[in-house]
């Protein structure tokens, strides 16, 4: 049995970078006929790998994934990040511009 490689963060530089600055496709869905015909396991990323992926402190991302805040996957006790996880994470934060602020509070008298 062939064990896939991690890619070393190198690697998902050069692939974010020639990708065009995107993150990794998430995997379309498919029947359950496609699915038995995939060569392999969908690509895996460790919490390193994820968090250089999003720009964010993998702390953070590991604090948010113990808190279940975030998707990701367990394999056994190790942490994991899918492609699809990547993508609803960034989607899920996506918050509207305040374009107004709120009322200020009047200065209190003396």
Known sequence: MTHKREKSSDQLKRDYNQGGGSYPAAPASSSAGERDAEPGPP???????AAELLKVPESWLRKKAAQRAVPCTFLGKHLRFSAADLHRIVREAEREPVTERGARRPDRPE
């Open 43 to 49: 690509e895996v990323y460790t919490p390193a790998e």
